[in-house]
């Protein structure tokens, strides 16, 4: 891995980003564009680091990540991957970034100032890429996304690929996982979730409505009986998913009418971190479950699960994006995100739809 030659290698990075040379119109955004890469390169060099943009994003990937290997899945790699490039960046530049003596990532001295460094250089580039393709008015770029493995699966894939055919220049990564609680919020452009996140530093998006209902299986009701108020759950088997860290065998439920709220403590008869195994639980009739009408609005519709209590009902747990401030949105973020409103406009999971 080679330092940034000067004029040479920017004038190579923004042929790169263009892809085919720019009209005489826009030779100045070229100039400008070189001009500042370069002074972006003369910093790097004056910190005597022959660190590639590469290296900076998998530095500040690590730093947001609980392990290697939420690392590696973020950046697409295996972990060995991610420890190999590691290593090389320490020999080449000669210090020790990460600290490996700690069970959670920690980055030394070194490492928190070259990432510091790093991520405002990167800022800079992403921000010049965006200028320069607003220019020309093209969509292009890197788009990171992240969503909730279910609702992920079932909505959000199918809008990475239209959006793919509609913005060929934008590569996307999307990260499914059940652990948005957790999430290294930096890496991502936009994290999409079924409610709000507690202690989210970003703004969020309202993207589509999305109820959260108590139910249960028409055998199950059989057996033992219709529960008539979320008291009488106390008194049946109930079925509990563990996220977001919260007290999942503490229920609450809202009086529509006179909108009092109510905590109910159920004794779990099993449990699952699957929202799938969980449903799947619900209709074979083991218990009552609580879950989002997106997920079993269809076990609804064909009777396979049968919707509890007239008056009361669980909090809503609309779908929302988080995403940076207004500023600081690229194009790409702007678009994908007008995509998932307009897919899920209306909500799939409503009647009628």
Known sequence: MRRWSGADDTELLIDQ????PLHANHQNFKAKASKTLFTLAQSSVRLNLMLSLDDLRLLATVEASDSLAAASRVLNVTPPAVTQRLQQIEARIGLKLLDRSHRRLQLTAEGQLTNSRGRRILAEVDELVEKLTSERSLVAGHLRVFASLGFGRRYVAATVESFHRLYPDVTVALELS???DRLPQSVHDI??????????ARKFRHIAPNRRLACAAPCYLQRYGVPTHPDHLRDHHCIVLWENDEDVSLWRFNHVPSRRRLKIRVE????????E???????SGEGVIVRSEWDVRDDIRTGRLTVL???WEAPS??????????AERPA?????LQCLIDDLTPPPWRDGN
Do not use: K
Not at 17 to 20: D, E, I, K, N, T
Not at 191 to 200: F, N
Not at 268 to 275: A, H, K, V, Y
Not at 332 to 336: E, K, L, N, W, Y
């Open 309 to 311: 209590f007239e008056d």
């Open 17 to 20: 980003v263009f892809r085919f």
């Open 317 to 326: 747990g609309d779908v929302v994006a988080y995403v940076r401030p207004q």
């Open 178 to 180: 059940d652990r948005g």
């Open 277 to 283: 195994v969980v449903r799947r639980w619900g209709v």
């Open 191 to 200: 994290v999409i979730h079924i409610g709000e996140l507690r202690d989210s």
């Open 332 to 336: 790409r973020v702007r678009r994908f």
């Open 268 to 275: 779990p008869r099993l449990s699952s971190n699957d929202g």
